[in-house]
């Protein structure tokens, strides 16, 4: 068993093509670590872009990277080559840190092999969602660890590391996994990436319903009970949709206190995911809770 983190880096373009905004990979990096989690090898190689002859300067802040440098790389085809040979044949595991990465990457598969799946990748798992819940961080709100947020919170001195390029980010990310990492918990997170199932799940749009009316609503869903009696409270004022979530005032009858709740639809792969919330209007929720829910209840 190998394991191998891949990072990329990649230039948002107008596609003529394809008449939208494509995002075109112009770096590979990756690390390859043996069972004892140690790094055997390393991979790095730029793509020579093929749909626009400029980098935005977004990119070019972020990564320093300049026109100059891609002209010495390789189509994105020879790349992705030189990659699964260099992974070789063996059992792996592949991972980059967030699926963002695995987005782009089938994304540029499907421009340019037109095909929907990605070559070398047979299992996948999501590095950053490990190491977050590794961190205990995985409840917190709405929120995804930051590679260097996650190094320094490790105390790993990031000094010698060039952050937003390829190479560097997959040996930090790699250094993270292996202080991390237990066979036994990891092994949840990894993901058959061979059958129709992975990728339909990858890519799945999450839809917030924003319709009060959908079919799609559970009905109960919307309907809550005073957090200091437990008896029903009567609904105030129509319900609003702000913020990604159903707004709406409620009173006691019994207690007489004013209550807002909030109702959030999500429909995902597997289901409806709802999340809801009642507050005591007097209370103004912070801006952490505006982002999202945080006190919950049953549906």
Known sequence: MQYVILDLEWNGVYSKKLKRYFNEIIEFGAVRLDQKLRIKDTFRMFVRPQVTSQLSKVVTDLTSL????LDQGFSFSKVVRHFSHW???????LMTWGDTDLHMLLENCQYFFHKNRIPFLNQYADVQQYCQSKLDLSQTAGLQL????AAQQMGMNLEQ?????ALDDSRVAGEIFAQLF???SFRSYVKN???DEFYDRLTFKNTVISDIESPLIDRSALRFCCPECGDPVDQSGPWLFRHRS???????PRCQKKYHARVQFKQTYDGMDIKRSILPCKEEPSKEEESQPTVQEGA
Do not use: Q, Y
């Not at 992974?87 to 595991?93: A, D, K, L, P, Q």
């Open 87 to 93: 992974i070789g044949s063996g059992e792996t595991i």
């Open 193 to 195: 990436a061979s059958v």
């Open 146 to 149: 930051g590679l260097s947020k």
């Open 161 to 165: 590391n060039e952050m937003h390029r």
């Open 66 to 69: 300049s026109m100059d440098d």
């Open 182 to 184: 237990d066979e036994e």
């Open 246 to 252: 159903f707004r709406g005032d409620f009173l006691c």
